[in-house]
């Protein structure tokens, strides 16, 4: 998918080599656990924001803890889609591979598009290596790889002559390899060293010798490049048009920790954040707890029922106070969360989604807890529920999640992913006053105070612990219209669940109206939701750039759903529900709009690739 | 905790106007009535207390205290408490449980709450059946207890609610009976100005589905001699006539007459503040009717507390790096300008 518009320009320099320049490019580095490949990936990224490249990555960790060395399972590969034009994926089919060892490139090669290039550290397919790989020939010599354009760079012994004069022991100069090997794709993509020196500069200045070791080796795979006559072109990727700013990567599970940050500091409250481990949402818990001196109150709890219902507690008593937590963890919660919509208190729930059911595929993705969110509860038991589309947008649909919370008084689910919550991407960070104040305002006048009394939203009065002559009691059992004592009267009742559902339906007036990419009705019409988003999109825009009759609505409001979302699906011949699940959006719109939408389903733990949905646009729309 | 006030809080001000809707005989009629005296006794500011249940009979009390209160879900209002408390750790934040709210579908969150010790003040009801639902057996019953539930009798052990309080190093842990007034407001008085988490087990009658399960400590015949009185710094005697102790014999505690040539020397003294909680872990496992029943505090003891080390640590973080800004965690790390 890179090298679509790649054009040959110019030779130029002392070497004379092709220059190429490409759109977009995707390149994997991938090597043994303990190679640095997340560090040589994370500097390849940088130094390519930097260099105004719009940017997407995905870190693939070993499912084990301590794979052995060199075996399939202790592979990690960090991925990196960047281009100049707008990146929405970290990428499908990778354009450069670097593999460190033959495990690696056993696991990575069946993604690497053929006319790839594929830089192998040559020194590493020993028999021993090969065999700990399962390769029962070396697969540099049979062939089999004669569909890539194949590099073999002894890294092994070149980084140990590179790095010679620092008198670093044979152990600790091996780990320079990482640096080598980045120096080879910095050459052969014309990155600049600079950021990576200073990184290298201030992360070993208290050990001299390994800062100038990873220096030297990033210089001398930059010079092999250049000198050895292996690479006959050498790639260039022009800047994107980026919105003007200043940024940083951020992972998905960050930015929503510094959403939640962000929300509590905008409404002038503690944030108390009470979770349980679980992949892949225990990021949000580590990076929060870092945050003290922004009063943030961390609860690692017993377990994933007592960390919701302390938050409810928090809340209660006043705090901006949220969960994070995953599939299981939020079955777990249910119970708690249905005491949340109950009382009518103010939280945040994060579901970080993997593959279910039970335990399932923790480390993997997927989107099959949008039921759970919306349904998963006893009663006729309503909340608000968004999802975030990509790793930066979670800071922004985290800080929404909150204002939404606190002005409805109302437990609020923000879905995220195991695939947007490992990935990072360029954020923005935002300006002075981009960020607008979460206006808080407690009950204090004890005159005619009513705990359940709604105003023009429905939300109730948010009366807090420690303020005099507000003392009143909230709790699961159903309460009497405004007085918010129990109340078992059966109109009562039916009364009572109406306010809790008009409530959610009035939190439409903070929904945008559902915004449409490409043609306004037509043919046909893709639907998505979460962290679908940069496939789908990538994918129509395409067809939609190369003539098809095509467009893409991308769900950000799950409940309630966009007021004009029925006239949009109902404005095209053929609607395609895009999700990682059976089916679980298809039958809402489907009950909720009776359309005849179809579902375009993936349930495999992994993203969309681009190419899965073009082909399934081609099929419907048979190219046109 | 007291305020400037005109007028002294008291007992009255702390009744919310909700009709009580216990049994008639009902144990937890002079529980309620024993912490209103207690907050009184201490004048708490209505709006500085908090009572939190979960689901059970004695979960219905924070409807009847006119402060502020959560009626939480079953099992789990250690852990909304805890919430409470750690959102603003000013606050009287005390815990109403039964014995299967606390030890049968919360006794996860019973242990991690003491194991903590976090400023809680738990009350624990132990009626050792399940009222609410209408008469099956519970965590605490006794083996052999015929319910509804175990109409062959129960098959389970009971557990003890104070030895596993002592296993999670709970910090104070008392036991009190419903029917002696006086020593169960002493008891909350010293649970409520206890640093950390402090937990009292009352045994209490249900008059529907377990009456008289506790007469063998009620009845004024056998009273005194199947309750050992726990007072700090005294011989460990009980009896009717005072002439019953109880003296350690190798690793085991035995019950001795005192006319037998045995001294009160030889006697147990009871420490509230030992460190080491083995002694009063063997005061827990006494039960009736091979031994007396100890009432009391079992162990009051100084340990750091939860809340106090989560706001140490926001502060020393604070004092070190300064009071955080957004502008400044963002622009931390690699950053890059797009003109």
Redesign the interface.
């Known amino acids: 998918m890179s090298t679509a518009t790649s054009k040959k320009t110019k030779t130029q320099g002392t070497s004379a080599r092709q220059i190429e320049t490409l759109e977009q490019v995707v390149i994997r580095f991938a090597g043994d656990s303990g190679d640095g490949m997340q560090l040589a990936g994370t500097q390849f990224t940088?130094a390519s924001?930097?260099l105004?490249n719009d940017v997407s990555t995905f870190p693939d960790f070993p499912a084990e803890i301590r794979a052995p060395a060199g075996t399939l399972g202790g592979v990690s590969g960090f991925q990196i889609n960047f281009g100049s034009r707008p990146i929405y994926t970290p990428g499908d089919r990778v354009d450069a591979l670097v593999a460190m060892n033959p495990a690696a490139l056993k696991v990575c090669v069946k993604d690497l598009a053929p006319g790839g290039a594929l830089v192998v550290n040559s020194d590493e397919f020993t028999p021993a290596n090969l065999a700990k790989a399962k390769y029962e020939e070396n697969p540099l010599e049979t062939g089999e790889l004669s569909a890539y354009r194949v590099y073999k760079v002894p890294i092994t012994t070149q980084t140990l002559a590179s790095v010679k004069e620092t008198g670093l022991s044979q152990k600790v100069a091996e780990r320079c390899r990482n640096f080598y090997a980045l120096g080879v794709v910095y050459w052969l993509y014309d990155r600049p060293l600079d950021?990576t020196h200073r990184?290298i500069n201030t992360k070993f200045a208290k050990i001299p010798a390994v800062a100038e070791a990873n220096v030297r080796a990033l210089q001398a795979g930059y010079n092999f490049g250049e000198t050895a006559e292996m690479f006959t072109v050498r790639y260039q990727v022009g800047k994107a048009n980026?919105?003007?700013?200043?940024?940083?990567?951020l992972t998905g599970n960050q930015a929503t920790a510094?959403g939640l940050?962000?929300a509590a500091?905008l409404a002038k409250k503690?944030l108390?954040y009470?979770s349980y481990p679980i992949t892949p949402a225990s990021e949000i818990l580590h990076e929060l707890t870092l945050?003290?001196?922004?009063?943030v109150?961390t609860?690692q709890?017993?377990?994933e029922?007592?960390?919701y219902?302390?938050?409810?507690?928090?809340?209660?008593?006043?705090?901006i106070?949220a969960t994070g937590t995953s599939g299981p963890g939020m079955a777990l919660k249910q119970?708690?969360i249905?005491?949340g919509v109950m009382?009518e208190l103010p939280t945040v729930i994060v579901n970080v989604q993997r593959g279910g059911p039970s335990t399932g595929l923790p480390t993997k993705t997927e989107q099959s807890d949008l039921w759970q969110a919306i349904l998963g509860r006893n009663g006729d038991c309503p909340l608000p529920v968004l999802a975030t589309r990509s790793p930066a947008e979670c800071f922004w649909r985290a800080i929404e999640a909150v204002r939404i919370a606190v002005k409805y008084m109302t437990p609020v689910v923000l879905l995220s992913d195991g695939y947007l919550a490992q990935g990072s991407e360029p954020w923005?960070?935002?300006e002075d006053g981009e960020?607008a104040p979460i206006e808080i305002e407690h009950a204090s006048d004890p005159t005619d105070f009513a705990p359940y009394r709604r105003d023009e939203r429905g939300s109730r009065p948010w009366a807090?612990?420690?303020?005099?002559?507000?003392?009143?009691?909230?709790?699961?059992?159903e309460k009497l219209e405004e007085v918010g004592?129990?109340s078992y009267d059966p109109l009562n009742h039916e009364r009572m669940t109406e306010q809790r559902l008009r409530k959610v339906a009035n939190v439409l007036a903070d929904v945008p109206d559902q915004d449409v990419f490409g043609r306004e009705s037509g043919k046909l019409l893709l639907v998505s939701w979460g962290g679908t988003f940069g496939a789908v999109r990538t994918a129509v825009e395409r067809a939609y750039e190369a003539g098809c009759d095509v467009a893409h609505a991308h769900l950000t409001w799950l409940n309630p759903f966009p007021r004009n979302l029925g006239e949009v699906l109902r404005s095209y011949e053929r609607v395609l529900v895009c999700e990682l699940n059976a089916g679980q959006l298809l039958l809402l719109l489907r009950a909720a709009y009776l359309v005849d939408a179809e579902g375009f389903t993936k349930i495999q733990g992994k993203p969309f690739m681009i190419s899965e949905i073009t082909d399934k646009i081609d099929e419907i729309l048979g190219g046109k | 905790m007291a305020t400037c006030t005109d007028e002294l809080l008291t007992v009255k001000d702390y009744k919310s106007d909700q009709s009580v809707r216990w049994c008639p005989g009902c144990g937890d009629f002079s529980i309620l009535t024993a912490l209103q005296k207690t907050l009184a006794q201490r004048q708490v500011p209505k709006e500085q207390a908090v009572f939190v249940s979960g689901i059970g009979c004695s979960s219905r009390f924070p409807y009847y205290m006119d402060t502020y209160g959560i009626h939480g879900i079953h099992g789990r209002a250690p852990a909304i408490a805890t919430g409470v408390k750690l959102a603003n750790p000013e606050l009287e934040v005390w815990v109403i449980t039964g014995d299967g709210d606390a030890l049968s579908i919360g006794g996860n969150h019973f242990l991690h709450m003491i194991r903590r010790n976090i400023g809680l003040k738990i009350v624990l009801f132990n009626n050792r059946i399940y009222g609410l639902t209408k008469g099956q057996v519970s965590p605490t019953s006794e083996l052999g207890k015929r319910t509804k539930s175990t109409p062959f009798g129960s098959i389970e052990n009971p557990v003890h609610a104070v030895s596993v309080a002592l296993g999670a190093e709970v910090t104070f842990v008392a036991r009190v009976i419903y029917n002696d007034p006086k020593m169960l407001q002493e008891v909350l008085e010293r649970a409520a100005a206890h640093r950390g988490t402090a937990f009292v087990e009352v045994y209490q009658d249900c008059a529907v589905y377990n009456h008289e399960a506790f007469s063998y400590l009620t009845d004024r015949q056998t009273r005194d001699d199947n309750v050992l009185y726990l007072r700090h710094g005294e011989p460990m005697v009980f009896g009717k006539n005072r002439d019953k102790g109880i003296r350690h014999n190798g690793l085991n505690i035995e019950v001795v007459m005192l006319d037998d040539g045995v001294s009160e020397d030889e006697l147990l003294r009871h420490d509230e503040h030992c460190e080491n909680p083995s002694l009063a872990f063997q005061l827990s496992r006494m039960h009736y009717p091979e031994m007396p029943t100890p009432l009391g505090v079992f162990r009051d003891v100084e340990k750091p507390v939860y809340e106090e080390m989560m706001m140490d640590q926001l502060r020393q973080t604070s004092d070190k790096l300064g009071a955080g800004t957004l502008e400044s965690l963002f622009a931390a790390g690699d950053t890059w300008t797009v003109a």
């Open positions: 940088t924001a930097v105004g950021v990184w980026l919105r003007p700013g200043r940024y940083r990567n510094f940050l962000a500091q503690p108390f009470g945050l003290k001196n922004f009063d109150r609860f709890a017993e377990d029922i007592a960390a219902a302390a938050v409810v507690g928090a809340a209660f008593a006043g705090c106070a119970e708690g249905g005491l009382t923005r960070i935002p960020l807090i612990p420690g303020t005099p002559g507000l003392q009143h009691r909230v709790g699961g059992l004592t129990v």
